[in-house]
């Protein structure tokens, strides 16, 4: 799974990054790029894996091969803790270096963005501009377009037309799929048996799944799907032994719906239980979950804990 950190940069971030940050233009003044305030919405301390810290150096490739550090900070004490990517001018990263296409002059009609990605635990930069992400991966150029800094999952296509390689659980399961393994008939019951076998553990264990069926009466506490073969036990909070299993920390959910749920893709608010989903879906039928409140259990006291969906939408990636 890969996430990519955007900023379009504003004539002051270009200026800095060219040490012409100063009013009387004598190279003074801040050479750091502004992002943001660590927040549900810029999810700073997911995306460095560096949670409750202020400060960290990563290094980055560029489209060209390029290496290069980057120093993230954060201030507590100044602008509500804002993080800035430090000293973009003496200590430029490559990748955003005129050698690469960083323009000689700032566009206010086609700015420049700066992207960083994460794709496990590589870091990849690249340098686009507005008209050109206006025309490419429709989900994420929405939001970006919109928002002047954020932080997003990427999709296959966005990587791909930014020219970022993904290398993740996903390629490894596709170089299984492809594998040269030569098929052989008699294996098809026991493969079918393996494949009952699996339905069965996903779809939870038979008393906690039950006990979820009847809370919801037989209906996906999100699409109000009723076909039962579909319908799976998920936990709120992960599986930790049967002391997990109580209902307060369950949810009956249609068997796709409980993959994006476990994948954080789809959360439910704590705080008025409604749905929500992430923009990377946002072109999806899954979009029309957005808001919809979640089905009440009978009786009622059986429904997920708040403590549990805090512990849950605290992973929600928007």
Same mark, same amino acid.
């Given at each position: 799974?890969?996430?990519?950190? +955007? ?17 009387? =233009? ?8 502004? @992002? ?17 810290? /202020? ?16 120093? *993230?900070?954060? /201030?507590?004490? $100044?602008?509500?803790?804002? #993080?800035?990517? $430090? /000293? ?31 794709? /496990?635990?590589?870091?990849?930069? $690249? ?7 206006? $025309?490419?991966?429709?989900? !994420?150029?929405? %939001? ?48 079918? =048996? ?7 553990? %996903? ?25 039962? +073969? ?9 599986? %930790? ?5 109580? !209902?307060?920390?369950?949810? @009956? ?7 994006? *749920?476990? !994948? ?8 008025? =239980? ?12 899954? #979009?029309? @979950? ?18 549990? @969906?805090?512990?849950? *939408? ?5």
């Amino acid at each position: 799974m890969a996430m990519v950190l +955007w900023k379009r940069l504003t004539e002051t971030d270009f200026n800095a990054m060219n040490a012409d940050a100063s009013v009387a =233009r004598s190279g003074g003044g801040a050479r750091h790029i502004a @992002l943001g305030v660590r927040s549900h919405d810029f999810a700073i301390d997911e995306f460095l894996a560096a949670p409750g810290k /202020n400060e960290i150096t990563i290094e980055a490739s560029s489209f060209a091969g390029s290496q290069g550090d980057l120093d *993230f900070y954060s /201030n507590p004490e $100044r602008r509500g803790g804002e #993080w800035t990517i $430090r /000293n973009q001018y003496s200590q430029r990263h490559p990748g955003w270096s005129t050698a690469e296409g960083f323009p000689e002059k700032y566009d206010s009609d086609d700015p420049p963005f700066i992207l960083v990605f994460r794709t /496990n635990e590589r870091f990849d930069v $690249r340098l686009e501009s507005w008209s050109y992400l206006s $025309r490419i991966s429709a989900v !994420l150029r929405r %939001r970006m377009l919109e928002e002047a800094h954020g932080i997003a999952l990427a999709s296959g296509p966005f990587l791909s037309d930014t020219g970022v390689e993904e290398s993740d659980l996903t390629d490894v399961l596709e170089s299984e799929r492809n594998g040269e393994e030569r098929f052989d008939p008699k294996s098809v019951s026991d493969g079918r =048996r393996l494949v009952l076998a699996e339905i069965v553990r %996903r779809q939870g264990q038979d008393k906690f799944r039950q006990s979820l069926m009847k809370a919801y009466s037989n209906k996906c506490a999100m699409t109000g799907c009723d076909t039962s +073969w579909v319908l799976e036990a998920a936990h709120v909070t992960p599986y %930790r032994g049967s002391g997990t299993n109580s !209902l307060q920390n369950g949810l @009956l959910l249609r068997a796709d719906v409980h993959t994006l *749920f476990d !994948l954080s893709l789809v959360s439910v608010s704590p705080s008025d =239980r409604t749905i929500q989903i992430s923009k990377a879906l946002q072109s999806s039928i899954y #979009w029309e @979950l957005q808001n919809r409140p979640l089905r009440q259990t009978t009786p009622a006291e059986l429904q997920p804990s708040e403590a549990a @969906l805090a512990l849950h *939408f605290s992973q929600f990636k928007p």
